[in-house]
T-cell receptor, first 110, second 113 residues
Framework: GQQLNQSPQSMFIQEGEDVSMNCTSS?????WLWYKQDPGEGPVLLIA?????ELTSNGRLTAQFGITRKDSFLNISASIPSDVGIYFC??????????FGQGTELSVKP | DAGVTQSPTHLIKTRGQHVTLRCSPI?????VSWYQQVLGQGPQFIFQ???????GRGNFPDRFSARQFPNYSSELNVNALLLGDSALYLC????????????FGPGTRLTVT
């Protein structure tokens, strides 16, 4: 089945640093979504991308839909302690079915 | 506006038992999807329901079933529970079947002993 490879698996950064994570797939996706999940909670939608090459921002977050439609990246600028959590990429191939990456666990040192 | 709600929050069951999990979508959303999230992994798609009909199914055994009600709420049923069914079960709602943005509830933590 389809798989998303998300990297890195974990990151330990200093407050104020920029962060970059990415997702790659062997399949072409129609939509890429980025979610953040805090412990014991459901994923929260951060950014949705619909077109190849699209670059979208949401505050300090910026995400891009790769031109090949097989990859996407998420950048977080000037990280703060509340950015701590697990970030998931998700691709949509078939309506209603999201394929998730394994997650990137972000830790921010004050 | 209320987000996606799920009940119960936590559940402990014994192997072989049956469980029913419930989900209420965001008001105005007509599509509900169910996901299973095992510790340390991303969510795995189980079902999508739209207008009370199953529109998609993931690679899960027939022990897993679901339904959607006229008010668009949904139930996930799992029969003959196995230890491996222990997971966080997430419900996500979207405006329609073709709407890509899915919004997740807090999940139900199921522990099978």
């Amino acid at each position: 089945g389809q798989q998303l490879n998300q990297s890195p698996q974990s990151m330990f950064i200093q407050e104020g640093e920029d962060v970059s994570m990415n997702c790659t797939s062997s399949s072409i996706f129609n939509t890429w979504l980025w979610y953040k999940q805090d412990p014991g909670e459901g994923p929260v939608l951060l950014i949705a991308l619909y077109k190849a090459g699209e670059l979208t921002s949401n505050g300090r977050l910026t995400a891009q839909f790769g031109i090949t439609r097989k990859d996407s990246f998420l950048n977080i600028s000037a990280s703060i302690p509340s950015d701590v959590g697990i970030y998931f990429c998700a691709g949509q191939l078939v309506q209603g079915k999201l394929i998730f990456g394994q997650g990137t666990e972000l830790s921010v040192k004050p | 506006d209320a987000g996606v709600t799920q009940s119960p929050t936590h559940l402990i069951k014994t192997r072989g038992q049956h469980v029913t999990l419930r989900c209420s979508p965001i008001s105005g959303h007509k599509s509900v999807s169910w996901y299973q999230q095992v510790l340390g992994q991303g969510p795995q798609f189980i079902f999508q329901y739209y207008e009370k009909e199953e529109r998609g199914r993931g690679n899960f055994p027939d022990r897993f079933s679901a339904r959607q009600f006229p008010n668009y709420s949904s139930e996930l049923n799992v029969n003959a529970l196995l230890l491996g069914d222990s997971a966080l079960y997430l419900c996500a709602s979207s405006l329609s079947q073709s709407e890509y943005e899915q919004y997740f509830g807090p999940g139900t933590r199921l522990t099978v002993t």
